[in-house]
């Protein structure tokens, strides 16, 4: 480590560094504009004032300063969430989410419980960030049908990750880049199961606090799309399902009115030619021709469409799907569901759909119509409309967006979601799992998989460009950006160093466990301004030194760096998963700080009890 006295450029840094973490938390201004005043104020402190490099210690330059936009870290989170959304739109995740949503029949909690394990476990052997982004949109999806917020689950999510991150040498990029550190300095290689017993007993003491104190102390804050969604989850439409020749449902027959291929859905009426069934269609096998006037919420009719895919055609009250423009690539369409409420001077009241071409003229097609009122057992092509009606419909975004001129219909912006591309999801199961193997097996950098699974995605049609790009998160990159330009600065003007020597000097004399305890709290701080990597790099050779001069094993301050690095929990950007859990969980800078310091500190406090016994301190 070398250790500089205090100099002008170390003390700006240290101004800006403190006034970036206020604003972060103050929230008054956005996390995108913050992030770029950081990187202009860095970038003019540099230029505007000469700076002499330290010698052992990487120069400062405009370049390095700039450079997080390239730094893998970043490529590697931004191609991870286009491969999570690849997995969304196909709807790849729909199996596991019905499996897990299942134990909610023996405890609501049951599901969460289960899920966060899973993931402490597999982040021991696999890298923790795609263990993340293919559980984001599981434990959003339970919240959902617990009826909980995502707020309450996404941090959690994202600590229960780096929690199992510390029980092997593989778990996290944070233990091998220690045990390359210790190396260096001298000191043997951690092993594979080196710290597993350590890490395991910190990871079940954290997970206790994740899985039942945690997600109080969150907010139970959702976006406004995700509150109206929620508030509309009992609402449902009227839809018809024609039977065709091949339909997964010819010869079914009702258990108590109901069809085990259409769960969630009641049909209220089945008509046959002249004939008409009403429930509980008792000795009734459906049949090629017939048409079920059924209602069923939106989520139910997505679900549905999951499980039969050729549900998407029956449907329909057109024959065939609406097509795109003949510019248009198969691959690029782009259709989605949205709803439209009938405005209350439209011209559509009082007509049906088949009266006003509705497809024609807006090449929406209408699946399913809504309506307070009273129950209805008409086909969707022969209700006439009433203001207030919403309408569910299918389309291409950009004709869905179209509406947004139409004064008969008013479009409700927060309703549109890309329709799952089922027929697809194989292909995007089979690239995540090549990308994740790829990582895991260390055949390639994780950087480098995870750019090629992004592509792949695109290119065999898994989402199309508009659709990976509105997968991006801005903030996210933003921050990643600023975060590594402040580590850059810290590290290159000496003041982490000079930071850490001056804390460990205030601390001469005091008991073995006393300093390991402080040092430990230190790399834990530092871990959450400074990226986990910087930080582990930095302190390794601290704490082996420190155990030198008292002369007990190096083991202890060695794991000490390594389990204090790893707890990235009170800042989104500590850790890629953080990050990645922000959008989701709609959080704010503060909602990081209240449930990870209580983390960092039961951790704190169980490995100092840890090393006191096993090292007898």
Known sequence: MVVVEPTLHMWLVFAVVGIAVVAYVSEKLSIELVSLLVVASLATIFHVFPYTPIEGVPEITLRSLLAGLADPALITVLSLM???????????????????????????????????????????????????????????????????????????????????????????????????????????????????????????????????????????????????????????????????????????????????????????????????????????ALEPGDELIVAATRASITEAISRLPALIQALHTSDDLPEPSETEHSMDRDFILAEVVIAPASRMIGRNLAQIVFHSRTRCTVIGIQRRSRMIRQGVQDIRLEAGDVLLLLGHRRDVRRLRGQRDVILMEWSAHDLPAVELAWRSVLIFAVTVTLSATGMLPIVVSSLLGAGAMLVFGCLNINQAVRSLDRRVAMLIWAALAMGTALHGTGGASYIAASMMGVMQGAPTIVILSVFFLMVATFTNVLSNNATAVLFTPIGMGLAQSLNVPTEVFILATLFGANCSFATPMGYQTNLLVMGPGHYKFIDYLKAGVPLILLVWITYTIIAMVRYDL
Do not use: C, W
Request: hydrophobic content about 50%.
């Open 82 to 284: 286009v491969i999570g959304q690849g997995m969304i739109r196909t709807g790849a995740l729909d199996a596991p989410i019905r499996q897990m949503a299942k134990l909610r029949r023996f405890h609501p909690f049951l599901a969460v419980f289960a899920g966060l394990v899973v993931v402490g476990v597999t982040s021991g052997i696999l890298n923790n960030t795609p263990v993340v982004v293919i559980f984001i949109p599981i434990m959003v999806a339970l919240a959902a049908r617990l009826r909980r917020s995502a707020s309450s689950l996404m941090i959690p999510l994202s600590y229960a990750a780096i929690l199992g991150g510390m029980t092997t040498l593989i778990g996290s990029s944070t233990n091998l880049l220690v045990s390359a550190s210790a190396v260096n300095a001298g000191a043997a290689p951690l092993g594979f199961f080196d710290f597993t017993i350590t890490g395991s007993i910190l990871a079940a003491v954290g997970l206790v606090y994740v899985i039942f104190i945690a997600p109080r102390l969150l907010p139970d804050r959702a976006s406004y799309a995700q509150s109206l969604t929620e508030g509309a989850v009992g609402k449902q439409f009227i839809a018809q399902i024609d039977v065709r020749e091949g339909s997964p449902l010819i010869g079914e027959t009702a258990r108590l009115g109901l069809f085990s291929s259409l769960p969630g859905i009641t049909v209220r009426l089945i008509q046959r030619g002249e004939r008409s069934f009403l429930p509980p269609f008792e000795d009734v």
